[in-house]
């Protein structure tokens, strides 16, 4: 039992190491449906200048989580069969780089998808970007 707890834990301070050397935004949150459900099977594209990025799963609960560099723009998409996708512009610029050294995290926020039998393009439907008064990232909906 001893050695499952210490591997457990060394486990948990390598990945927080981990994260924080990798100086990067972690950005997290929660993809329902219009009444607050679960969304099962839902994907988020990250999609930068020079093409697409990477793809991520949100787990059976709708929770996802991935990391994005600093000092980019991109657009992250939000998918889920049957659903009507949304977008999300990303704005990772203008984060100090003495700031950078650790990291950010960003996470809770959450992205209500619609039921749609035959959906269309996502739409760009708000923006994360970083406030420098406040030194923190913050989030406007368009």
Same mark, same amino acid.
């Given at each position: 039992?001893?050695?499952?707890?210490?591997?457990?834990?060394?486990?948990?301070?390598?990945?927080?190491?981990? &994260?924080? +050397?990798?100086?990067? *935004?972690?950005?997290?949150?929660?993809?329902? $449906?219009?009444?607050?459900?679960?969304?099962?099977?839902?994907?988020?594209?990250?999609?930068?200048?020079?093409?697409?990025?990477?793809?991520?799963?949100?787990?059976?609960?709708?929770?996802?989580?991935?990391?994005?560099?600093?000092?980019?723009?991109?657009?992250?998409?939000?998918?889920?069969?049957?659903? &009507?996708? +949304?977008?999300?512009? *990303?704005?990772?610029?203008?984060?100090?780089? $003495?700031?950078?050294?650790?990291?950010?995290?960003?996470?809770?926020?959450?992205?209500?998808?619609?039921?749609?039998?035959?959906?269309?393009?996502?739409?760009?439907?708000?923006?994360?970007?970083?406030?420098?008064?406040?030194?923190?990232?913050?989030?406007?909906?368009?």
């Amino acid at each position: 039992m001893k050695w499952i707890v210490a591997i457990a834990f060394s486990l948990l301070v390598g990945t927080g190491f981990a &994260q924080s +050397k990798d100086n990067n *935004l972690l950005l997290g949150g929660t993809i329902q $449906d219009a009444e607050g459900g679960q969304v099962k099977h839902a994907s988020i594209r990250v999609t930068s200048a020079a093409g697409d990025f990477y793809t991520v799963m949100a787990n059976n609960n709708g929770s996802f989580e991935f990391t994005v560099p600093f000092d980019m723009v991109c657009d992250v998409s939000f998918f889920a069969k049957k659903h &009507q996708p +949304k977008s999300i512009v *990303l704005d990772t610029r203008n984060v100090p780089t $003495d700031e950078q050294e650790w990291g950010y995290e960003f996470s809770g926020f959450i992205v209500d998808l619609v039921e749609e039998k035959q959906p269309k393009l996502p739409e760009v439907v708000g923006r994360i970007f970083y406030d420098a008064p406040s030194q923190n990232f913050m989030t406007e909906k368009l």
